[in-house]
């Protein structure tokens, strides 16, 4: 298990130690799981952004079986990330926002997702008139909502899940 430092948002030392506990109780929940589901995998802690990060790291020759964690189109992997916030939350009394990746998903994830949203922005910024995306889910949407933010522009979400989704607006 490794704890990094790295992309971390300025905050008070006391959210800051919270954000450092809520790691550690994820990472020895998902330790649990691991050796009950008997898969390798390594445990990273990162604060990114203002919340815990937890990535379960595959080693060598057990790729294949951390993408059973994933499932399709992360359907696994958010309902883990579910249970570990839950796990958090039932140590600690307060409501976590715990970021959990598996064998890098969400991270190659982000990276198609920034892709989208560049590409969308252009399209705003040229027709001059708001652009609705795909539905996502709370991770992907949060990933775009960023984006266009940084853009300059505005977004929302619209729709009930499954359905729910981003639009963005012109300046």
Same mark, same amino acid.
């Given at each position: 298990?490794?704890?990094?430092?790295?992309?971390?948002?300025?905050? !008070?030392?006391?959210?800051?130690?919270?954000?450092?506990? !809520?790691?550690?109780?994820?990472?020895?929940? #998902?330790?649990?799981?691991?050796?009950?589901?008997?898969?390798?995998?390594?445990?990273?802690? @990162?604060?990114?952004?203002?919340?815990?990060?937890?990535?379960? %790291?595959? !080693?060598?020759? &057990?790729?294949?079986?951390?993408?059973? *964690?994933?499932?399709? @189109?992360?359907?696994?992997?958010?309902?883990?990330?579910?249970?570990?916030?839950?796990?958090?939350?039932?140590?600690?009394?307060?409501? &976590?926002?715990?970021?959990?990746?598996?064998?890098?998903?969400?991270?190659?994830?982000?990276?198609?997702? #920034?892709? %989208?949203?560049?590409?969308?922005?252009?399209?705003?910024?040229? &027709?001059?008139?708001?652009?609705? *995306?795909?539905?996502?889910?709370?991770? !992907?949407?949060?990933?775009?909502?960023?984006? %266009?933010?940084?853009?300059?522009?505005? &977004?929302?979400?619209?729709?009930?899940?499954?359905?729910?989704?981003? %639009?963005?607006?012109?300046?």
């Amino acid at each position: 298990m490794t704890t990094s430092a790295e992309q971390q948002v300025p905050a !008070e030392p006391t959210a800051m130690k919270r954000l450092e506990e !809520e790691g550690e109780i994820a990472a020895d929940y #998902l330790e649990e799981l691991l050796d009950i589901a008997d898969l390798d995998g390594d445990i990273d802690i @990162d604060i990114d952004h203002g919340r815990a990060a937890v990535e379960i %790291v595959a !080693e060598a020759g &057990s790729e294949r079986a951390l993408a059973r *964690l994933v499932g399709q @189109d992360g359907e696994v992997l958010d309902a883990l990330q579910e249970l570990t916030r839950l796990a958090v939350q039932a140590k600690t009394g307060d409501r &976590s926002r715990l970021m959990l990746d598996i064998a890098g998903f969400r991270a190659g994830r982000r990276t198609e997702l #920034l892709a %989208v949203a560049a590409a969308a922005i252009a399209t705003v910024r040229s &027709s001059g008139t708001r652009l609705a *995306l795909e539905p996502m889910n709370p991770f !992907e949407r949060k990933v775009v909502h960023d984006a %266009v933010a940084a853009a300059g522009l505005t &977004s929302d979400s619209e729709g009930v899940e499954p359905a729910r989704h981003v %639009v963005i607006h012109p300046a």
